[in-house]
């Protein structure tokens, strides 16, 4: 696991749309909220451009959420959740969060609600580390 900046890259042997089908999978089961997916190739080729595939995942507990955002309004900027599922130059797939540390470190968060936020690490860590089902990491489908 490389973190720069406060930003966690996951190497998926699965595609980036397959990685994010498996954080929307696992988040739901966790009982979150799905408030957004965007497919930025999908949006780019709607306009004539070409991008590699990347897709955001957006999702959070709303109960969990809202105490933070009370207290450090700031979080707004970052809140909810997002994994980001890309693929690089070589076709290499990887899936990548905002440390949920540094965000409580760079909004002030006291530790007793950092809790509410750190989940996304073993979320990410699952969705990365298991074997692909039918898709191999250059695969968009």
């Given at each position: 696991?490389n973190t720069?900046?406060g930003i966690v890259?996951l190497?998926s042997?699965?595609?980036p749309v397959?990685?994010?089908?498996r954080?929307e999978e696992?988040a739901?089961?966790?009982?979150?909220?799905?408030?957004?997916?965007i497919?930025?190739?999908?949006?780019?080729?709607?306009v004539?451009l070409r991008?590699?595939?990347?897709?955001?995942l957006?999702?959070g507990?709303?109960?969990?959420?809202?105490?933070?955002?009370?207290?450090?309004?700031t979080?707004g900027?970052?809140l909810?959740l997002?994994a980001?599922?890309w693929e690089?130059e070589?076709g290499?797939s990887?899936?990548?969060?905002?440390?949920p540390?540094?965000l409580?470190e760079?909004?002030?968060?006291?530790?007793e609600?950092?809790a509410?936020?750190?989940g996304?690490a073993?979320?990410?860590r699952e969705?990365?580390?298991?074997?692909?089902?039918g898709?191999?990491?250059?695969?968009?489908s």
């Open positions: 696991m720069d900046a890259h190497s042997s699965r595609s397959a990685t994010i089908d954080v696992l739901r089961a966790r009982g979150l909220v799905i408030f957004a997916r497919d930025f190739a999908h949006d780019a080729a709607a004539g991008l590699r595939p990347m897709v955001q957006v999702f507990n709303p109960r969990a959420g809202t105490p933070l955002l009370a207290s450090h309004p979080l900027l970052e909810p997002r980001l599922a690089d070589a290499r990887w899936l990548s969060y905002l440390a540390d540094r409580a760079r909004h002030g968060v006291p530790r609600l950092q509410s936020i750190a996304i073993a979320l990410c969705a990365a580390s298991q074997e692909p089902t898709s191999r990491a250059g695969d968009s």
